[in-house]
């Protein structure tokens, strides 16, 4: 699979970071830890990394209310 991402111009480190950032945003990290066999210190790591600020979100969507 490395060397398949690699010829399409994708390095393997970045794909898996980009899908365990993806995981770590809709997983718990017990779950997360779990799937796929990580220490739960490192899953704790991932899903803080892949915290979504809805602050932004919120902001906007007040501000559209009150047009």
């Known amino acids: ?11 393997a480190q970045l794909v898996r970071n980009a899908a365990l950032l993806s995981l770590a945003a809709d ?13 739960i210190t490192s899953a704790l790591q ?13 902001v906007t969507r007040t501000n559209e209310e009150d047009r």
Request: proline share 5%.
């Open 1 to 11: 699979m490395s060397r398949r991402l690699h010829a399409a111009g994708l390095p």
């Open 27 to 39: 997983l718990p990290a017990s779950v997360l830890s779990t799937l796929l066999g990580i220490s």
């Open 46 to 58: 991932w899903t803080r990394r892949a915290a979504r600020d809805w602050n932004a979100y919120l």
